[in-house]
Protein backbone atom coordinates (compact mmCIF):
# COMPACT_ATOMS: atom_id res chain seq x y z
CA UNK A 1 0.00 0.00 0.00
CA UNK A 2 3.04 2.25 0.20
CA UNK A 3 2.55 3.76 3.74
CA UNK A 4 4.23 2.69 7.38
CA UNK A 5 2.97 -0.16 9.46
CA UNK A 6 2.13 3.00 11.86
CA UNK A 7 0.16 4.86 9.87
CA UNK A 8 -1.79 1.34 8.72
CA UNK A 9 -2.33 1.13 12.54
CA UNK A 10 -3.75 4.55 13.28
CA UNK A 11 -5.96 3.93 9.81
CA UNK A 12 -7.32 0.61 11.67
CA UNK A 13 -8.01 2.84 14.54
CA UNK A 14 -10.30 5.48 13.07
CA UNK A 15 -12.00 3.07 10.98
CA UNK A 16 -13.01 1.26 14.43
CA UNK A 17 -13.95 4.65 15.93
CA UNK A 18 -16.28 5.39 12.91
CA UNK A 19 -17.87 1.97 13.19
CA UNK A 20 -16.91 1.21 9.67
CA UNK A 21 -14.80 -2.35 10.45
CA UNK A 22 -14.94 -4.73 13.57
CA UNK A 23 -11.27 -5.96 14.63
CA UNK A 24 -10.98 -9.83 16.07
CA UNK A 25 -7.73 -10.21 17.62
CA UNK A 26 -6.43 -13.92 17.45
CA UNK A 27 -3.12 -14.45 19.00
CA UNK A 28 -0.52 -12.16 17.36
CA UNK A 29 -2.75 -11.81 14.26
CA UNK A 30 -6.10 -9.50 13.88
CA UNK A 31 -9.14 -10.47 11.30
CA UNK A 32 -10.73 -7.29 10.14
CA UNK A 33 -14.15 -7.01 8.87
CA UNK A 34 -16.34 -4.79 7.17
CA UNK A 35 -19.57 -3.57 9.47
CA UNK A 36 -22.87 -2.84 7.47
CA UNK A 37 -22.11 0.89 8.24
CA UNK A 38 -18.98 0.25 6.21
CA UNK A 39 -20.20 -1.75 3.84
CA UNK A 40 -23.44 1.18 2.83
CA UNK A 41 -20.81 3.83 2.96
CA UNK A 42 -18.76 1.45 0.43
CA UNK A 43 -21.53 1.08 -2.03
CA UNK A 44 -22.06 5.00 -1.73
CA UNK A 45 -19.08 5.78 -2.83
CA UNK A 46 -18.80 2.56 -5.50
CA UNK A 47 -22.48 4.45 -7.05
CA UNK A 48 -20.83 7.87 -7.19
CA UNK A 49 -17.97 6.76 -9.27
CA UNK A 50 -20.01 4.52 -11.69
CA UNK A 51 -21.80 7.52 -11.90
CA UNK A 52 -19.15 9.70 -13.13
CA UNK A 53 -17.14 6.99 -14.62
CA UNK A 54 -19.71 5.02 -16.74
CA UNK A 55 -20.14 5.48 -20.12
CA UNK A 56 -23.92 5.58 -20.79
CA UNK A 57 -25.89 5.13 -23.82
CA UNK A 58 -28.44 8.31 -23.27
CA UNK A 59 -28.02 11.02 -21.39
CA UNK A 60 -30.04 14.08 -19.82
CA UNK A 61 -29.15 17.06 -19.23
CA UNK A 62 -31.30 20.31 -17.63
CA UNK A 63 -30.62 23.82 -17.45
CA UNK A 64 -31.78 27.06 -18.03
CA UNK A 65 -31.83 28.94 -21.34
CA UNK A 66 -29.80 31.94 -21.74
CA UNK A 67 -28.48 34.52 -23.94
CA UNK A 68 -24.85 34.16 -24.78
CA UNK A 69 -22.25 36.79 -26.45
CA UNK A 70 -23.67 36.16 -30.33
CA UNK A 71 -20.90 34.51 -31.43
CA UNK A 72 -22.46 31.28 -32.17
CA UNK A 73 -23.65 32.61 -35.57
CA UNK A 74 -20.43 33.92 -36.41
CA UNK A 75 -18.55 30.52 -35.72
CA UNK A 76 -21.40 28.11 -36.83
CA UNK A 77 -21.48 30.07 -40.07
CA UNK A 78 -17.78 29.49 -40.77
CA UNK A 79 -17.86 27.01 -44.39
CA UNK A 80 -15.25 24.43 -43.04
CA UNK A 81 -17.33 24.04 -39.83
CA UNK A 82 -20.68 23.82 -42.34
CA UNK A 83 -18.95 21.61 -44.25
CA UNK A 84 -18.43 19.19 -41.34
CA UNK A 85 -21.33 19.71 -39.87
CA UNK A 86 -23.61 18.75 -43.24
CA UNK A 87 -21.49 15.80 -43.59
CA UNK A 88 -21.32 14.40 -39.78
CA UNK A 89 -24.74 15.46 -38.40
CA UNK A 90 -26.19 15.11 -41.64
CA UNK A 91 -27.38 19.19 -41.58
CA UNK A 92 -26.55 22.46 -41.54
CA UNK A 93 -27.69 23.80 -38.55
CA UNK A 94 -28.86 27.27 -38.33
CA UNK A 95 -26.56 29.88 -37.61
CA UNK A 96 -26.53 30.29 -33.92
CA UNK A 97 -26.33 28.44 -30.63
CA UNK A 98 -28.67 27.69 -28.23
CA UNK A 99 -27.12 28.38 -24.51
CA UNK A 100 -28.40 26.82 -21.84
CA UNK A 101 -26.36 27.29 -18.24
CA UNK A 102 -26.88 23.84 -16.74
CA UNK A 103 -28.51 23.26 -13.34
CA UNK A 104 -26.00 22.32 -10.68
CA UNK A 105 -27.49 18.72 -10.28
CA UNK A 106 -26.71 18.27 -13.84
CA UNK A 107 -22.91 19.54 -13.51
CA UNK A 108 -21.53 16.43 -13.17
CA UNK A 109 -23.03 15.06 -16.17
CA UNK A 110 -21.66 17.80 -18.28
CA UNK A 111 -18.41 17.58 -17.12
CA UNK A 112 -18.50 13.69 -17.62
CA UNK A 113 -19.82 14.49 -21.84
CA UNK A 114 -16.98 16.84 -22.14
CA UNK A 115 -14.37 14.55 -21.48
CA UNK A 116 -15.70 11.73 -24.17
CA UNK A 117 -14.74 11.47 -27.57
CA UNK A 118 -18.49 12.67 -29.54
CA UNK A 119 -18.29 13.40 -32.82
CA UNK A 120 -15.58 15.50 -33.86
CA UNK A 121 -15.03 18.31 -36.03
CA UNK A 122 -11.74 19.39 -37.15
CA UNK A 123 -10.06 22.81 -36.62
CA UNK A 124 -8.99 24.97 -39.39
CA UNK A 125 -6.72 27.84 -39.95
CA UNK A 126 -7.59 30.97 -42.45
CA UNK A 127 -5.47 33.52 -43.82
CA UNK A 128 -6.53 35.88 -40.86
CA UNK A 129 -6.83 33.37 -37.95
CA UNK A 130 -6.99 30.06 -36.89
CA UNK A 131 -10.25 28.22 -35.78
CA UNK A 132 -10.59 25.23 -33.40
CA UNK A 133 -12.01 21.79 -33.26
CA UNK A 134 -15.53 21.20 -31.94
CA UNK A 135 -17.27 18.17 -30.20
CA UNK A 136 -20.53 17.28 -31.11
CA UNK A 137 -22.86 14.93 -29.40
CA UNK A 138 -26.21 13.91 -30.86
CA UNK A 139 -29.49 14.85 -29.26
CA UNK A 140 -33.49 15.99 -29.43
CA UNK A 141 -35.11 19.10 -27.24
CA UNK A 142 -38.66 18.56 -27.28
CA UNK A 143 -38.86 16.20 -30.12
CA UNK A 144 -36.71 18.12 -32.51
CA UNK A 145 -33.19 17.41 -33.85
CA UNK A 146 -30.34 19.46 -32.28
CA UNK A 147 -26.11 18.41 -31.17
CA UNK A 148 -24.88 19.83 -28.29
CA UNK A 149 -21.50 21.21 -29.47
CA UNK A 150 -18.31 21.79 -27.06
CA UNK A 151 -15.61 24.27 -28.96
CA UNK A 152 -12.18 23.54 -27.46
CA UNK A 153 -11.72 27.28 -27.03
CA UNK A 154 -15.67 27.88 -25.00
CA UNK A 155 -15.74 30.72 -22.78
CA UNK A 156 -18.14 29.01 -20.64
CA UNK A 157 -17.52 25.72 -18.51
CA UNK A 158 -21.07 25.52 -17.02
CA UNK A 159 -22.97 26.32 -20.41
CA UNK A 160 -23.79 24.26 -23.55
CA UNK A 161 -24.25 25.42 -26.29
CA UNK A 162 -26.74 23.84 -28.85
CA UNK A 163 -26.73 23.56 -32.48
CA UNK A 164 -29.81 22.23 -35.01
CA UNK A 165 -31.36 22.62 -38.35
CA UNK A 166 -33.83 25.04 -37.04
CA UNK A 167 -34.50 28.20 -35.04
CA UNK A 168 -34.79 26.41 -31.55
CA UNK A 169 -35.97 29.89 -29.77
CA UNK A 170 -38.83 30.29 -32.24
CA UNK A 171 -39.66 26.57 -32.97
CA UNK A 172 -39.99 25.62 -29.29
CA UNK A 173 -41.14 28.94 -28.14
CA UNK A 174 -37.98 29.31 -25.76
CA UNK A 175 -36.92 32.26 -24.10
CA UNK A 176 -34.26 33.34 -21.27
CA UNK A 177 -35.30 31.86 -18.00
CA UNK A 178 -37.17 28.96 -18.98
CA UNK A 179 -35.93 25.48 -18.06
CA UNK A 180 -35.24 22.83 -20.60
CA UNK A 181 -33.91 19.49 -20.45
CA UNK A 182 -31.80 17.75 -23.54
CA UNK A 183 -31.66 14.25 -24.81
CA UNK A 184 -28.56 13.15 -25.58
CA UNK A 185 -28.15 10.50 -27.75
CA UNK A 186 -24.67 7.67 -27.28
CA UNK A 187 -23.42 5.18 -28.08
CA UNK A 188 -20.51 7.46 -26.73
CA UNK A 189 -16.94 6.28 -26.97
Known amino acids: MGISQQTASRLILDLLK ?6 QMNGRRQEISITARGMDL ?3 EYTDLGIILEKPTKMKLAGTVQSG ?4 RYYISRKYYVIQFQEKL ?3 PFLGTLNVKID ?5 SLRKLRTMD ?6 FTTEDRTY ?3 KCFRGQLNGTVCAVIFPERSVYSDVMEIISPEYLREKLHLEDGQKIIVDIEGPFN
Open 18 to 23: EGLITR
Open 104 to 108: PSHEI
Open 90 to 92: GYI
Open 42 to 44: LMR
Open 69 to 72: LGEG
Open 132 to 134: GPV
Open 118 to 123: GIHIDG
